[in-house]
C-alpha cells in the first residue's frame, strides 16, 4: 500500500464518526463528578442482620449482593441510552471487626480481602442471559443434592441472580415511568435473555460488571471486548439496524459510563482500578481476531479520551501498520495507551508454563499487565515483588567482605534473589479467599461443578514480580567494570561511598552514573538484566505448589514497588534502602516496569527495546511492560504516527514481551503541579494504569516528573 493510501486509511479508519454533541454533555457531567449528587441512598447494615439471622459466610456474601441492588435507587438521566448509576457511596461490612479477625486469623488475604485482578468470561453469561446462568445451577442443584455445600453454593447464586434481576426490572419500571420506553424495552430483555444487539449487549455488560464492583470486589477486567461483542455489531450491520457511526456512539458511551462510579473504586491511587479491556490479537483456533469492532473501540477511546476503560492490545510482527497507526492516536493524544502485548512472545510462554494452547490463545491482562484467562483464571497475580537493587546491595557486600570475586558477587545474588522470593511466597500458603456467589456466576464451571470461584479454576498460579531491574543490572555492570574490571574504584571506596550516600564522593557518583554501562543503551549491562530475570524464574520454578494446585510465575512489572522500594511504603518509616552502585542516592527513585534508570542516558527507543529484548521472556511469563516516555515534540509532524507504528512494529519484531508508550510535556507536567485547577483533564500513565494527574499523590506526580525529564 502507498503512503498516500495508507494515510487516507488511517484517517478513515481514526476519524470521529458520530455527531458528539450528546455525548459531550454526558462527558462532561462525568469527568466533573456531577453524579455525585445521587449518592445519597444509606448503607445497608449487613453485620446486624447476617448476625441476627446467623448466616454462613457463603450466605453473608450472597446477602450483600442482594441488599446491594436492592437498596440502589434507579437513575436515568434524560441524554442517557445506557443506564446504572451508583447511589451507595461504598459497600458494607458482613462481620464485624472482631469476627473478622477471628475468622481470619493465622491466614493470608490478598490486598484488601475480596477476590480481585482476573477477568469472568463475560461472552459466557451474554451467550446464556442470567435465567440460563440459574437454570444452570438449579440443574446442578439436582445432581449434587446430597452435597450440602454445592446446595448452598448454587442457592446463593440463585439469590444473587434474582436480585439482579430485581434491580434491572425496577431500572426498567422507572424508565416506563419517564417515558423512556427504549430503555425500559432493553431492560425487559437483559440481563434475563440473550441480547440481540449490540445495544443490549452493552447495557446488559454494564450492569453486570457494576454489581461485581457492588459485591465487594474491585479490579474487575473487560477481558476481550471486541471478540465477545463483536458477533453482536456484525448482526446489526448485516440486518440494517446500525452503522458504524452508531455503533461507536454505542460504544463511546459505554466508555463514559464507566467513569460514572470509578472514584468510589479502591486503589493504590485514584484510576487505579483494573477496568482494563483487551483488543485484537488471534482466537482461540490460532485465526485474526482483529474486527471492524477493534477499530470502533480505539476510535471511541479516541474521542472520549478518559481513564477508563484503560485500552490493551494485542499484537504480532505481522500486525498491519494502519491498526497500529490507529492506536498511536491515542498515543499521541497522551492517554498512556494502549498498551501493547506480543502473541509471538506471550502465547509460547504461557503455554510453556502449562496453559493449555486455546486459552493461551485467548488471553487477556488483569489489571494492569498479568496475562490471565478470562472465566478460567483465579490466579492471583501480584503476590508480591523482589527487589533486585537490595539483592545486589546485600550481594556486593557480603560479597566484597568475603573478598570474592564478580562471581562470588552473582552467586550471591542468585541466593539473594531466592530468599526474597521465598519470603514473598510464604505467607500466600495461607491464601484465604471469600466466597464470590455471584463473581461465580460469570466464571466457567462454577455453577456446573457447583464449586464457589474461591475454591479455584482450571489455573490457580500465583506472581511475582521483579522490581527495578535496570537499577539491579547497573549496579551490577559498574561494579563489574570499576571495581574487578580496571580497578578505577576500590572495593572498599564503593562502600564507603555508598555509607555516605555519596556525601564527599561525588566524583564516584559520577563515574558511576554516567560513565558505567546502562540498561537501555545495549551494551554490557543487558547480561545482568538477563541474569536477574533469570534469577528470579529459577527462585519461582524452585518454590512448591502454591497450595492451591498452582505454581509460582515470574513477571516484570513494579507497580507502586518503584516508590515503595525506594521511599518505603507509605506508614513504614525509613527507607529499605539507601544509595546503590548505579550512582543513585538514597531516596531517589527507582525506575518503573522494564524501564532505563531514571539516570540511564540511551541514545534512543531502539535501544531501549534491544536491551529488554534480551530478557528470556518463556522463563518470565506474567507479564510486565517496556515503559517509554516520547517527547510529545515527537508528534508534530506529519508522519509521526507511522515512525510510531513502526516502532511498536519493531518492538514486537524484537521478541519484547510488553510494551507501554507514554507522550509527556515535562513543562505542563511542571505547571500542573504548581496550578492544578488549570489542569485536572491532564492524563498520564502511573505504572500500568492511567489516571488524571493533578489527583495522584505528590511522590507519583514526582516520579512522573523524573520519568519527563530522560525522554527519548
Known amino acids: 500500500m502507498s503512503e498516500s493510501a495508507n494515510s487516507a486509511c488511517e484517517t478513515a479508519r481514526a476519524e470521529v464518526m458520530f455527531d458528539t454533541r450528546r455525548l459531550d454533555a454526558m462527558k462532561k457531567r462525568a469527568r466533573g ?13 449487613l453485620v446486624s442482620e447476617c448476625d441476627g439471622e446467623g448466616l454462613s459466610w457463603p450466605r453473608r456474601a450472597a446477602r450483600l449482593v442482594c441488599r446491594m441492588c436492592e437498596s440502589e435507587r434507579p437513575v436515568i438521566e434524560p441524554e442517557e441510552r445506557i443506564v446504572f448509576t451508583r447511589t451507595i457511596t461504598s459497600v458494607p461490612p458482613v462481620y464485624t471487626a472482631e469476627a473478622w479477625a477471628e475468622r481470619t486469623a493465622g491466614r493470608t488475604l490478598h490486598e484488601l480481602g475480596p477476590i480481585s485482578n482476573i477477568c469472568a468470561d463475560w461472552g459466557l453469561v451474554l451467550n446464556q442471559g442470567l435465567l440460563g446462568r440459574r437454570q444452570a445451577a438449579a440443574e446442578a442443584q439436582q445432581r449434587m443434592s446430597a452435597d450440602e455445600d454445592a446446595v448452598e453454593f448454587l442457592a446463593c447464586a440463585e439469590e444473587t441472580i434474582d436480585a439482579v434481576l430485581a434491580l434491572a426490572a425496577r431500572y426498567e419500571a422507572e424508565a416506563r415511568r419517564l417515558g423512556r420506553e427504549d430503555i425500559a424495552d432493553r431492560l425487559a430483555r437483559v440481563p434475563a435473555y440473550p441480547p440481540r444487539t449490540l445495544h443490549e449487549a452493552l447495557q446488559m455488560l454494564r450492569l453486570l460488571h457494576a454489581v461485581v464492583w457492588m459485591g465487594g470486589h474491585y479490579h474487575v477486567g473487560l477481558g476481550r471486548f471486541d471478540q465477545y461483542m463483536w458477533p453482536y455489531l456484525q448482526a446489526d450491520l448485516a440486518s440494517g439496524r446500525l452503522d458504524m457511526a452508531g455503533a461507536e456512539e454505542l460504544v463511546a ?28 490479537g488471534v482466537r482461540p483456533d490460532g485465526s485474526s481476531g482483529i474486527n471492524e469492532l477493534t477499530y470502533v473501540v480505539l476510535r471511541a477511546a479516541l474521542y472520549t479520551a478518559l481513564i477508563d476503560p484503560k485500552i490493551n492490545l494485542r499484537i504480532s510482527r505481522d500486525t498491519d501498520l494502519d491498526l497500529l497507526r490507529v492506536a498511536s492516536q491515542l498515543t499521541r493524544q497522551g492517554l498512556g495507551f494502549p498498551q501493547y502485548s506480543n502473541d509471538d512472545v506471550v502465547i509460547p510462554a504461557l503455554v510453556a508454563h502449562g496453559y493449555h494452547l486455546e486459552d493461551a490463545r485467548n488471553y487477556t491482562v488483569a489489571a494492569c499487565w498479568e496475562f490471565i484467562i478470562p472465566g478460567e483464571g483465579m490466579e492471583v497475580v501480584n503476590i508480591g515483588a523482589v527487589s533486585f537493587p537490595l539483592a545486589v546491595d546485600r550481594a556486593i557486600r557480603a560479597g566484597f567482605a568475603a573478598g570474592e570475586g564478580m562471581d562470588g558477587v552473582l552467586e550471591r545474588v542468585r541466593r539473594e534473589v531466592q530468599m526474597q522470593a521465598a519470603a514473598v511466597a510464604e505467607p500466600y500458603r495461607r491464601l484465604l479467599l471469600p466466597p464470590a456467589p455471584y463473581y461465580s456466576i460469570v466464571m466457567n464451571g462454577c455453577l456446573e461443578r457447583g464449586r464457589d470461584l474461591s475454591g479455584g479454576l482450571r489455573y490457580n498460579n500465583f506472581g511475582i514480580h521483579g522490581a527495578a531491574a535496570a537499577n539491579g543490572a547497573d549496579a551490577l555492570a559498574a561494579t563489574e567494570q570499576f571495581v574487578f574490571g580496571d580497578g578505577s574504584i576500590r572495593a572498599e571506596q564503593l562502600l564507603q561511598a555508598l555509607d555516605a550516600n555519596f556525601e564527599g564522593f561525588e566524583p564516584v557518583r559520577m563515574q558511576l552514573s554516567n560513565v558505567a554501562p546502562k540498561v537501555g543503551q545495549n551494551g554490557a549491562a543487558n547480561k545482568y538484566l538477563r541474569f536477574l530475570y533469570q534469577c528470579l524464574a529459577e527462585a519461582c520454578a524452585a518454590l512448591d505448589g502454591n497450595g492451591r494446585g498452582g505454581h509460582f510465575r515470574a513477571g516484570s512489572g513494579s507497580a507502586m514497588y518503584y516508590v515503595w522500594l525506594a521511599r518505603g511504603k507509605p506508614g513504614d518509616g525509613e527507607f529499605p534502602i539507601g544509595a546503590t552502585a548505579e550512582g543513585r542516592r538514597a531516596g531517589e527513585f527507582f525506575s518503573a516496569n522494564l524501564a532505563p534508570a531514571l539516570n540511564a542516558r540511551v541514545p534512543g527507543p531502539i535501544s531501549v527495546l534491544q536491551s529488554f529484548a534480551t530478557i528470556d521472556y518463556n522463563q518470565v511469563c506474567n507479564g510486565g511492560p517496556i515503559t517509554v516516555e516520547l517527547s510529545d515534540t515527537v508528534f508534530r509532524d506529519t508522519e509521526s504516527l507511522t515512525k510510531c507504528a513502526m516502532l511498536v512494529r519493531a518492538f514486537a519484531q524484537l521478541g519484547c514481551q510488553q510494551l507501554q508508550l507514554n507522550t509527556i510535556n515535562a513543562d505542563r507536567l511542571m505547571e500542573a503541579k504548581a496550578h492544578p485547577e488549570m489542569h485536572r483533564n491532564l492524563i498520564v500513565r502511573v505504572w500500568g494504569w492511567s489516571g488524571y494527574f493533578c489527583e495522584l499523590a505528590p511522590e507519583y506526580q514526582d516520579h512522573v516528573i523524573a520519568r519527563s525529564l530522560y525522554l527519548v
Open 33 to 45: 463528578r456531577e453524579q455525585k449528587r445521587y449518592r445519597t441512598t444509606p448503607i445497608p447494615d
Open 253 to 280: 458511551e459505554f466508555f463514559i459510563s464507566l467513569n460514572k462510579d470509578s472514584d468510589l473504586y479502591p486503589g493504590v491511587q485514584q484510576g487505579d482500578n483494573g477496568q482494563s479491556l483487551m483488543l485484537g
